[in-house]
């Protein structure tokens, strides 16, 4: 169906059923009750995991394809989202001319770096890509926030103002809007006890992410995406059999920088705020994470990793001593403050603690993420003998 | 002609930093092949190395003052530190003053320890794995480094302030035969580049004339063969990997007193010794110290008012564009050898 393979059109029929209902999963205990802090499904974290998704489906075309790890990707977030702020305060609170020049000035961006960074690879590959990044972070942190020439308002952050000229605005809302159909607008749903909401942002986020999925799926599928495994497996060997590999690592980033410009451009529909710390090497670092905990080269890997990284992120930065100690209450009064002492560290404020030492352990033990986990498990249920890699497709080295 | 000067101690100033840092990063990569992203963090540790001998110095014993009456009429605390105790007054307030040096000896040991049990522990578990996955194990245990600093020594900055003698400013401009107070320059950050002098001299001298760094240096131009002399080689790189992980950790505690160590300080500074040691060509030591200096000293220049006038915000991005154009024109940096990380 779709062009899809009868296994991958099964993958993509899951996760559109899982993101069209994700606001009923992501909810599973009554509003009330004590578990309601695991509740994650309302709109603006369930628009952050479509959102960081559609950012790391982007990454793996790139990363988990050619194996050119960029350590600088965010920077084409943060283009993403300068240039979707400018069309609001252009043109009107409507968010496709928004993600359109989102992806247009990402990708512009991205041919540029990618032609400079991709004559090398490797860790000199990393490293320029890093490098370039903190330029363009640097030069909207501080140089283009100058008054004679004001491209991203500095510290501040770009913003829309009512001064602003939106000459298409005409009548339309001052918020974010898709056709009249406001971003932040939800439907709330009560039953018995359960709340679920339906946010029109998050439903138009989880339409994007599809497409993007399906389009990730359709490359990794075409003979362009083997290409682009060939480079990964041997770059020497597709130069010798005569085929220049550049354009297709210059064609694999420039892709995968126009998928973080939409997802910085969704971040702005969002929130139509854009600052400069969202193009900072640590948020580069991030996606990095996210992909390789998810599964780097796999179709669902970094949904999943980003997806489970934002959940826990914002799980584990609620949960305070006080909530610790409640889950404890049934231990003795010593040991429980022994436990909540031992345990308090990696919650709450120590959620970047916790995110790195599971990093490690994927990378150290899990080389292929959360997927290879999950299908390690699935081999070890079904007692069958762990398929070998077969000789013949292994490539030679 | 004294601003240009004063920029050019400015940039010096910088560079060591730099050059320290890229220091160590090209030993460990030169000896072990690990592109390291934890130096950052080892650099940071270093500084709160100085932190933790200020704070240890700092521990007092409380007596009571009862000739003393504070406000709600009882006897005041008076806080004597132990080492005043011990020492006496005058011994125990010069050590207390001078504990960002006395750091120094402090560092040295613990630093190897970290870093000994870093590559012992994990990085050697590595060698055999893709470069990006050197990469992302290390990239992870900076993070944990860094939250591990900060969950025991909170996010603001701990200020740690130079010795009392070193806490003022030199008037450089007379030595060099210009007028009084026209090129003042702060003590402390003199002898913060004197030192990273001493310190690349005494590397380099460790690897020039020492048994142990010529077995180092032949088995970073040829692993296998030293290996075929029946030399252990991988206990010298530990061994290497723990002076490297000194080095940064040394450079972080003189740099305590320029700026107070924060928990992330060791990622600021990393991006930026990273582009040094690629400009200066990987796996090459003089040119990671060359690049070191270099760039300092462009950078330094760049922010000069004239220069910023020219082309605003030069300064910010110099460096970045310097690395840009030298990898370009020149893929192996300024010094780099043939066949270092070709793949």
Partial sequence: MLGLGRKDTTLFAIVVLVTVLAPFLLNPFPADSAMAQFNSGYPDLMQRFA????????????????????????????????????????????????????????????????????????????????????????????????????????????????????????????????????????????????????????????????????????????????????????????????????????????????????????????????????????????????????????????????????????????????????????????????VVHVLSPFFGEGWSLTMGLMFMAVVIFLPGGLVEGGLRIGRLFRRRPAPTPDAATKPAE | MDTLILQFLNGLDKGSAYALIALGLTLIFGTLGVVNFAH??????????????????????????????????????????????????????????????????????????????????????????????????????AIVLQEVIKYFFGANPIPTPAPEAFRGSVDFGVWLGFAPDLIIYPAWRLVYFIFSLVIIGAVFAFLQFTTFGMVVRAGMADRETVGLLGIDIDRRFTVMFGIAAAVAGLAGVMYSPISSPNYHMGMDFLVLSFVVVVVGGMGSLPGAVAAGFLLGVLQSFASLNQVKALLPGIDQIVIYLIAIIILLIRPRGLMGRKGVMED
């Avoid at chain 1, 980033?253 to 969002?270: H, P, Q």
């Fill in chain 2, 40 to 141: 950052g963090a080892l650099f940071m540790i270093g500084g709160f190395c100085a932190v933790t001998l200020q704070k240890i110095l700092m521990i007092s014993s409380v007596t009571l003052d009862p000739t003393k009456l504070n406000f709600l009429g009882k006897p005041t605390e008076v806080k004597t530190p132990y080492v005043e105790v011990f020492f006496g007054k005058d011994v125990g307030a010069f050590i207390v003053d001078w504990s960002v040096p006395l750091a120094i000896f402090f560092a040295i040991p613990i630093m190897i320890g970290v870093g000994y049990v870093m590559e012992r522990g994990l990085i050697k578990h590595f060698y055999k794995r893709a470069h990006a996955d050197q990469i992302l194990v290390t990239f992870g245990l």
């Fill in chain 1, 51 to 338: 959102i960081y998704g559609i950012f790391a489906i982007g990454f793996n075309i790139l990363f988990g394809l050619t194996g050119y790890l960029s350590f600088g990707h965010a920077a084409f977030l943060g283009v993403g989202s300068y240039s979707a702020v400018w069309m609001f305060k252009l043109l009107s609170m409507n968010v496709i001319p928004a993600l359109i020049l989102a992806v247009i000035v990402s990708a512009i961006f991205s041919v540029v770096i990618g032609f400079i960074a991709l004559r090398r690879s490797g860790i000199y590959f990393s490293i320029l890509t890093l490098a370039m990044a903190q330029m363009m972070y640097n030069l909207a942190y501080s140089v283009f926030s100058n008054p004679a020439m004001n491209l991203t308002n500095g510290e501040t952050g770009l913003q829309v103002y009512a001064s602003d000229p939106q000459y298409l605005k005409g009548n339309g809302p001052d918020v974010t809007h898709l056709f009249g159909l406001q971003m932040n607008s939800t439907y709330e749903m009560s039953v018995a006890g359960w709340k679920f909401d339906f946010g029109v942002g998050y439903y138009l986020c989880a339409v994007i992410m599809l497409v993007a999925f399906y389009i990730a799926i359709r490359i990794f599928r075409s003979p362009f995406g083997i290409m682009l495994r060939a480079v990964k497996s041997n770059q020497h060997r597709l130069n010798y059999t005569g085929v220049n590999p550049r354009p297709y690592n210059l064609a694999a980033f420039v892709i995968s920088g126009m998928y973080a410009g939409l997802a910085g451009g969704l971040l702005a529909c969002m929130d139509p705020l854009a600052g400069a710390e969202r193009m900072q090497w640590t948020a580069s670092g991030e996606v990095v994470i996210m992909t390789i905990l998810g599964g780097a080269g796999t179709l669902v890997g970094p949904i999943l990793g980003a997806g489970f990284i934002k959940y826990f992120e914002n799980i584990f930065s609620k949960i305070n001593e006080n909530v610790l100690h409640s889950w404890f209450h049934w231990l003795p009064e010593s040991v429980q403050n022994f």
